[in-house]
């Protein structure tokens, strides 16, 4: 599978190029350690198997309260990647994330 997306990331380009750019980006910083094709089909695969479950409530204030786990295989791996990202912009904070080295996309904010 990753042989495949080592001869065809270059669609994206034309198809998806934010996604294209940030993915490339991602792979210049780390190139030393996977290809572009492996974080294409490693952005890829996530994107076809995970399933999370979640709940939005409304609390009698008012306020709106998200809550999420993260169905995924092996989470011992995961817990080797997974970070915690604060988002500023200048100076001034705008939000936090919760992030996956080598995928792009916030997954929890």
């Not at 970070?83 to 080598?102: I, L, P, T, W």
């Amino acid at each position: 599978m990753v042989l495949f997306f080592e001869y065809t990331n270059w669609i994206w380009q034309f198809t998806q190029y934010e996604r294209y750019m940030e993915i490339y980006s991602i792979h210049n910083y780390i190139k030393d350690d996977l290809t572009l094709g492996q974080l294409f089909a490693f952005n890829t695969l996530y994107e076809i198997s995970s399933y999370c479950s979640s709940i939005v409530a409304r609390m009698k204030d008012g306020t709106i309260i998200h809550g999420r786990n993260l169905d995924f295989y092996h989470p011992e791996l995961l817990k080797k990647v997974t970070y915690n990202v604060k988002f500023v912009r200048g100076e001034e904070y705008v939000y936090d994330a919760v992030m996956f080295a080598g995928l792009m996309g916030v997954y929890s904010g």
